[in-house]
């Protein structure tokens, strides 16, 4: 099994209802089971240990899972601006720009949206479209 399908796999049943009524019974025992072990320091390493791995692991699994839907969903915008004709094709390729050339475009673009009704389709005109080309070539 890949890692990819491990993490799925292991994301998939870690949000499961099931999965924390298991961690809700299993720290209701550790709680219970206090008085039994006079509630010594071995008794409150053992729930910190486990714990600290398991969230440890977790920060991991959850990385490689939004890794994954992130790169899913840009897939998938992409090829609905590439189906799209009026797109904007040159933002295919965002991903190559820095921070400060994003912001520069999404002004642009926020500034297309800001000129539009309401209730009216987005029209971008030629010299709007050619800014927004520009600020995607700097």
């Known amino acids: 099994m890949k890692f990819a399908q491990f993490c799925q796999w292991l994301a998939k049943h870690a949000g499961k209802p099931s ?11 550790w709680a219970a089971s206090g008085p039994w072990f006079h509630y010594n320091d071995t008794w ?6 486990s714990t600290t791995i398991i969230t440890f692991l977790m920060v991991f699994l959850i990385q490689n899972t939004q890794n994954r839907d992130n790169d899913m969903i840009h897939v998938k ?27 520069q475009l999404r002004k642009a673009y926020e500034a297309m949206g800001s000129r539009c009704e309401p209730a ?7 010299d709007e479209g050619s800014a927004a080309r520009d600020n995607l070539q700097r």
């Open 19 to 29: 999965t924390f009524l298991i961690a809700v019974v299993l720290i209701a025992m």
């Open 44 to 49: 409150q390493l053992i729930v910190n240990t």
């Open 77 to 103: 915008l992409d090829e609905l601006i590439r189906a799209t004709k009026s797109a904007e094709q040159s933002v295919l390729d965002l991903e190559a720009l820095d921070s400060r050339q994003i912001h």
């Open 120 to 126: 009216a389709q987005p029209v971008v005109e030629e």
